[in-house]
């Protein structure tokens, strides 16, 4: 494993970078978006796109970006990034006439897998990436929108010693910290049981909160108690003050994409024969969450939705 947590110039030197406007990135959704506006501030991204037609002018990118995809992007490009929900959409924008695959890549080009996906199929994909002559490697993300706008995000990679290597000018520009654990997949390893973790977490704590707030508790007293004792968490030190205390519930992201990760992260384990019983709790109350119509919705609000979700309908109280 490799841990690093070192950014790149942002001076003039900049400019001299092999990859000055050679970086391309397909998908400008929450988290693409900031992604791409810190690689073009950095002189680093040349081409972007999105299935949304609105999204590249809603980025807001320099007139050196060109917003082109498929074949034309891979001209561009010598690191693609792809930062779309899951390999389903990776391979609608890989295959077909004018797809990824379609195009002859400059040798040594990359296709930087950002999307939080099952690892076997990231295997399938990386193989038929490198038939198509490019080399791969997952790196899985987390912080959230906040941390790619910020351009502050853990990284969790897979792939290649020398192909992590040849894009850590790229990733040190998106990222504050990265990991590389081993072959390709092992990124996407690391995110499934990291959301697993993170969203059992989330739930347990507003089971936690909503019982201390019907005991006639403070629910702004409860955080600062869970924050000052051991069970202070991500979840208690900043998505209850920052998304749920302030009433904004602008967490920016869906119950729909919790719910897809959970999915994952639970068949991964049964595959593994372990385990999983927190796993299942937590992935079957977001279905029930999705099935009442709040898959949609910011995940945040179901601190307001819990009593609702919580348990299957006619379960005994």
């Given at each position: 494993?490799?841990?690093?947590?070192?950014k790149?110039d942002?001076?003039?030197?900049?400019?001299?970078?092999p990859?000055?406007?050679?970086?391309?990135l397909?998908?400008?959704?929450?988290?693409?978006?900031?992604?791409?506006?810190?690689?073009d501030?950095?002189?680093?991204l040349?081409?972007?796109?999105?299935a949304?037609?609105t999204?590249?002018?809603?980025?807001e990118l320099?007139g050196?970006v060109?917003?082109?995809?498929?074949?034309?992007?891979?001209?561009r490009s010598?690191?693609?990034?792809?930062c779309?929900?899951s390999?389903?959409?990776?391979?609608?924008?890989?295959e077909?006439?004018?797809?990824?695959f379609?195009?002859?890549?400059?040798?040594g080009?990359v296709?930087?897998?950002?999307t939080?996906?099952d690892?076997?199929a990231?295997?399938?994909?990386?193989?038929?990436?490198?038939?198509?002559g490019?080399?791969?490697?997952?790196?899985?993300?987390t912080?959230?929108a906040?941390?790619a706008?910020a351009?502050?995000?853990?990284?969790m990679?897979?792939?290649?010693?020398?192909?992590?290597?040849?894009?850590?000018?790229?990733?040190?520009?998106?990222?504050a910290?990265?990991f590389?654990l081993?072959?390709?997949?092992?990124?996407?390893?690391?995110k499934?049981?990291h959301n697993?973790?993170?969203?059992?977490?989330?739930?347990?704590?507003?089971?936690g909160?909503?019982?201390?707030?019907?005991?006639?508790?403070d629910?702004?007293?409860?955080?600062?108690v869970l924050?000052?004792g051991?069970?202070r968490?991500?979840?208690s030190e900043?998505?209850?003050?920052?998304h749920?205390l302030?009433?904004r519930?602008?967490a920016?992201s869906?119950?729909?994409?919790?719910?897809k990760?959970?999915?994952?992260?639970?068949?991964?384990?049964?595959r593994l024969?372990?385990?999983?019983?927190?796993?299942?709790?937590?992935?079957?109350?977001?279905?029930?969450a999705?099935?009442?119509?709040?898959?949609?919705e910011?995940?945040?609000?179901?601190?307001?939705?819990?009593?609702a979700?919580?348990?299957?309908?006619?379960a005994?109280?």
């Open positions: 494993m490799h841990a690093s947590d070192t790149i942002t001076g003039p030197a900049a400019d001299a970078d990859l000055a406007r050679r970086v391309g397909i998908g400008l959704g929450q988290m693409g978006r900031g992604m791409a506006r810190n690689l501030r950095l002189g680093l040349g081409a972007a796109c999105d949304v037609p999204a590249f002018a809603a980025a320099s050196e060109a917003n082109v995809a498929g074949v034309a992007l891979v001209q010598d690191v693609i990034l792809l779309v929900p390999t389903r959409e990776i391979r609608a924008v890989a077909g006439p004018d797809g990824l379609a195009a002859r890549p400059r040798p080009t296709l930087v897998d950002l939080t996906s690892p076997a990231t295997l399938d994909l990386a193989a038929e990436a490198e038939a198509a490019y080399a791969y490697m997952d790196a899985a993300m912080g959230g906040a941390g706008d351009g502050r995000l853990t990284l990679m897979g792939g290649d010693e020398a192909v992590v290597a040849r894009c850590a000018p790229v990733l040190s520009a998106i990222a910290k990265t590389r081993g072959p390709v997949g092992s990124g996407q390893t690391m499934l049981v697993m973790i993170l969203h059992t977490t989330f739930l347990a704590t507003c089971e909160c909503r019982v201390a707030e019907h005991a006639g508790l629910l702004a007293a409860v955080v600062d924050n000052a051991n069970a968490s991500f979840v900043v998505r209850f003050p920052n749920i302030s009433g519930f602008d920016r869906y119950v729909s994409t919790l719910l990760d959970l999915r994952m992260a639970v068949e991964l384990a049964e024969g372990q385990p999983a019983p927190f796993g299942r709790l937590t992935r079957d109350v977001l279905e029930r999705r099935a009442a119509g709040f898959g949609d910011d995940f945040s609000r179901l601190y307001q939705r819990y009593a979700i919580a348990e299957p309908a006619g005994a109280s």
